[in-house]
């Protein structure tokens, strides 16, 4: 009779817990589904009542549209540049530092990660005046280089990679010092080999994170051709106020890319957060 209970009421965990998944799951995926479905309506559809949005005719004509009328291609290009680079360079930069942290023994060591690690709790929009300043300074507003330089130093890296470098065992580091490996070699051979899951799953957010900036570049692009997506849609639904379709469409346009990385690459981002400690 225990048993039978226990198992009971196992049962009637799991279900309750798939419930509620499958509920929340639903909750999220709605709105995207809402999206996709308006941006086939063909202009002037009425879609005031749900029936009306989710019943035919539908079409592919808006997306011929926004393509026609706006620099969609440049914008994307723009998109896919900064958010292919940065995650690159800003990890190649975090798992440097995250290394000399974790494995070198220097002055001041505690210091300095404590420094980095405090760039976490500041917002961005606190030093965005004083990044404007020293952008200008340098002469890279409406550049390329705006739109990336600011990115490269990221805290968060740094600490998970530390954090992942921490738990790898010394007799690593010594068997490789043994054989004449110098630290550069060790950091190459083993130590980024090791740690593959956790960058994948950082590069990843970092992607996302890219493609999805809106304020930095907003504020240091004023060319429409070095535009990145964010920045470039505000403009375009500005002239779309009364049709809800044209915007909507654009908007899962810019979707698109985030989807299919989030699809193809969750594996990374689960396993990643698991190896790293991180705790959601």
């Known amino acids: 009779m225990n048993e039978y209970a226990g198992n009971r009421k196992v049962s009637i965990g799991k279900i309750l817990l798939y419930t509620f998944g499958y509920t929340l799951a639903a909750g999220i995926a709605f709105p995207v589904i809402w999206m ?51 995650p690159i360079f800003s990890l190649t930069l975090g798992a440097l530092a995250a290394f000399a942290l974790s494995r070198i023994d220097f002055s001041y060591r505690k210091i300095a990660f404590w420094i980095i690690l405090s760039g976490m709790m500041i917002p961005g929009e606190a030093t965005i005046i004083s990044l404007y300043i020293v952008s200008n300074s340098l002469n890279i507003l409406n550049t390329y ?6 990115s490269l130093a990221g805290p968060l890296g740094v600490l998970v990679l530390k954090q992942f470098f921490d738990g790898l065992p010394n007799e690593l580091v010594d068997a490789a010092k043994i054989d004449g490996c ?29 493609w999805n900036d809106f304020l930095w570049p907003f504020l240091s692009i ?29 908007n899962a346009y810019a979707s698109i890319p985030i989807i299919i990385v989030f699809v193809i690459f969750q594996k990374y981002i689960v396993k990643g957060i698991t190896l790293s400690g991180i705790k959601g």
């Not at 035919?56 to 549209?65: A, E, Q, R, T």
């Not at 280089?145 to 600011?150: E, G, S, T, V």
């Not at 070095?226 to 500005?238: A, K, Q």
């Open 145 to 150: 280089f705006a739109l990336i330089l600011p």
């Open 36 to 86: 996709i479905v308006t941006s086939f309506k063909p202009q002037g559809s009425p879609i005031s009542e749900l029936s009306q949005r989710f019943s035919p005719p539908f079409s592919i004509d808006n997306f011929v549209y926004i393509f026609e009328n706006a620099p969609v291609l440049k914008w994307t290009m723009n998109s896919l540049i900064v958010s292919c680079v940065v």
């Open 222 to 250: 004023t060319s429409e051709d070095l535009m990145t997506l964010p920045v470039g849609i505000p403009f375009f639904n500005s002239s779309y106020t009364q049709d809800e379709t044209l915007p909507m469409t654009i």
């Open 182 to 210: 110098s630290m550069f070699r060790i950091w190459w051979n083993i130590f980024l080999p090791l740690s593959k899951p956790v960058i994948a799953s950082l590069m990843i957010f970092a992607f996302l994170g890219s």
